[in-house]
Every structure is written in C-alpha cells, then in structure tokens.
C-alpha cells in the first residue's frame, strides 16, 4: 500500500490516476470483504463499495501493472483505518490533479473525490464507528 500511497503524490497525472484506480478497487474489495462479517453495518459496507466503484469507473484504467492484493484485515474498528486513510488520500489527491486540468476533466475529478470521501466516510462506520 505505500507504493500507491507515494504515487498519490506523485506530479505526474498518470501515476495519480493509476494509483486512485487500484485504491479505490482495493478499498471496494475490503468493503465487500467486512460486509460477510458479524457485527459489521453491511449496509454502511455496500454503500462503500458502491462509491468505490462509481469512483473507479470515472477514471481511466492503470496502463500498466497489476491490481492490489486483497489484504488481510485487522479486527475491531481501527482495522479499516488505513483504507479510510487511503480513500482520504485518494480524495486529496485528486482534487490536486483536478487544479491542473481543463473545466470537463476538473469536474470528473472532483465528482470521483466526492466517491473517494462518501466511501471513506461509509468504511469508516462498518465496524460500529
């Protein structure tokens, strides 16, 4: 996860999107993954994975590598923390980007940081938050 991390700061857009793309996957996955676990809000998880993915299907596809592992998730609340922070960081970074583009491709950015910060606030409150 810290190499998409770094490649959310990156100054080259390419990079950035490739990185939100596999992040929002990611995270979509750990959704879906919760929502099968006792006690978890399993609406509060759909509702994540849903923003995850109309954020993902905004952007274009990584021109290259491979998708993130699902990762094992750590119990209790604090276990979704990092792909809360990771949709944050998503969130951020693409308003970034967005300064530097034209009034369409600013709008599609800002709307798939809108679904990076809907999902990160859903993931946030599966796990009883």
């Known amino acids: 996860m810290s190499d998409t991390m770094n490649m959310l700061g990156s100054s080259?857009?390419?990079?950035?999107?490739?990185?939100?793309?596999?992040?929002?996957?990611v995270a979509r996955r750990v959704a879906s993954t919760v929502a099968w676990e006792g006690g978890?809000?399993?609406?509060?998880?759909?509702?994540?994975?849903?923003?995850c993915m109309a954020g993902r299907a905004l952007l274009p596809l990584p021109e290259s590598g491979r998708p993130l592992e699902t990762p094992v998730i750590a119990a209790g609340p604090e276990g979704?923390?990092?792909?809360?922070d990771l949709l944050h960081e998503v969130r951020d970074a693409l308003v970034r980007l967005s300064d530097e583009q034209s009034a369409e491709a600013r709008a599609v950015l800002i709307e798939a940081a809108g679904h990076?910060?809907?999902?990160?606030?859903?993931?946030a409150t599966v796990r009883g938050r």
């Open 116 to 123: 990076a910060d809907a999902g990160a606030r859903a993931l």
């Open 12 to 25: 080259e857009p390419r990079q950035v999107l490739a990185a939100s793309w596999d992040a929002f996957d």
């Open 40 to 51: 978890s809000d399993e609406l509060q998880a759909l509702a994540a994975s849903q923003s």
């Open 80 to 84: 979704l923390d990092p792909w809360v």
